[in-house]
């Protein structure tokens, strides 16, 4: 299934131009235009699934074999430091573009993220963290 006005299926498609690194009958794998770090990727499906919720089964852990092999082909490659993979569901956690994609992000010593690919940490009581556990474990 494609959706019409979705940019990331007409990109998948090579229906818009993109710097493709890699492509398979699945997957094409594009250079993010404002990239964080160099090098930073994203890995599309070619069919269209809004989100992590969507994606069936079978697809989002071939997204993740072709994340681990690209890790090491761009680790290799470019020859950073370490590896980012970041993959966001819904507004509230930064998804801009709603059709999944997993972003591959080459770390370099210094490279001006340390502080913003991560997160403040909340406080929680012990009571807080009892109440998640247990709805976590129903
Ligand atoms: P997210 O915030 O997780 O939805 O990520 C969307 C990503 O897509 C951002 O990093 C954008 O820079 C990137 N992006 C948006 N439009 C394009 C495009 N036309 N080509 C390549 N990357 C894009
Ligand atoms: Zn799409």
Known sequence: MRDAECIFCKIAAGEIPSKTIYEDEQFRVIMDISP????????????HYANLYEIPEEVAADAMKLAKKLAKKMTDALQCDGFNLIQNNGEVAGQTVFHFHM???????????EDKLCWNHVELSEEELEEIHQKLIK
């Open 36 to 47: 964080a770090t160099k090098g930073h990727a994203l890995i599309l499906p070619k069919e």
């Open 103 to 113: 972003h591959l992000i080459p770390r370099y010593k210094n490279d001006g993220n």
